[in-house]
């Protein structure tokens, strides 16, 4: 198996190719669409080096893997669907995060409730192939309901569940995040052998300085700022939770949200033709 990440340093998110050099069968999971929220313009250059990677090194996708509805940035899976094809997939418990949230957007009428635009909902340690690759999926709900993992050979690509060691791990006071429920999905990483890799959805480093995307189960343990082998889940939920109180929301939580509930589509244009963003007025925070 290869790994090849990629950095978008707009909203600080990793990206990652997993391919099987047995086949040149690969899996994109988390792919970026550029947006301003200032001048609503939306960009495909993230999104371009990546399908340049893929035919570059003559790889043929056989899915694009969502680790979560993100809330910090836009996913460009459709778009790259529309490229290169390749199944979208990402946890049944979206369906949770769609019955929160569309009410609040009023977008049934491009957004199903069901999931349907997505072309697979998996469930929780499900199994299926990159390639010859085996991937197991690994439920981890806390940070959002429908969040999980992506276990391949001694791999595992976590998504925000839970940070590098020195970031800690993702907020849990999203509608439906619980930081007693991502204490215990991160037991199920941290269960894994010592030498599995973790690769991380976000890194936040100081200027000047490389984004860190992998560790190790054995550095989590010992030396995660939040969760560690010396910290207990009360220690735990309690740090998580005064951390996240008062916290401001993501710069793009908003549009992210309902254009990601539609696989990074803007939706049904109005009768001008033009399609829009919503600002729900008074709502969250
Ligand atoms: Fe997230």
């Known amino acids: 198996m290869k790994v090849q990440h990629f950095y978008d340093k707009d909203t600080a998110t990793f990206t990652y190719v997993i391919s099987d050099s047995a086949t040149n069968k690969c899996a994109i999971i988390d792919p970026v669409l550029d947006y301003d929220m200032h001048s609503g313009k939306s960009k495909t250059t993230s999104a371009d080096i990546v399908i340049k990677y893929i035919q570059d090194n003559d790889l043929q996708i056989e899915w694009i893997l969502e680790t979560h509805i993100h809330a910090d940035h836009l996913t460009s899976s459709s778009y790259i669907k529309e490229k290169l094809g390749g199944k979208i997939g990402i946890g049944e418990n979206i369906k949770e995060v769609l019955n929160f949230w569309v009410p609040m957007f009023n977008s049934v009428f491009d957004t199903p409730l069901d999931g349907k635009q997505f072309d697979k909902l998996f469930k929780d340690c499900e199994k299926f192939n990159i390639g010859n690759l085996e991937v197991k999926v690994i439920h981890t709900p806390g940070h959002t309901p429908a969040c999980l993992c992506y276990h391949v050979e001694n791999s595992i690509f976590v998504g925000d569940t839970i940070f590098t060691p020195a970031l800690g ?32 959805g976000h890194d936040y480093p100081a200027e000047g300085k490389e984004p860190q995307y992998v560790c190790t189960v054995k550095e989590q343990k010992e030396s995660n700022i939040l969760v560690n082998k010396n910290i207990t889940e009360e220690q735990y939920i309690e740090t998580r939770n005064k951390r996240d109180f008062g916290k401001a929301v993501p710069r793009l939580l908003l549009p992210s949200i309902q254009v990601n509930l539609r696989v990074g589509k803007f939706g049904k244009p109005e009768e001008n033709g033009i399609q829009y963003i919503k600002v729900p007025v008074n709502k969250l925070g």
């Open 169 to 200: 791990t993702a907020r849990t006071d999203f509608p439906g995040g619980s930081a007693k429920t991502l204490y215990n999905s991160i037991q199920k990483i941290l269960a894994l052998p010592d030498e599995t890799k973790i690769y991380v």
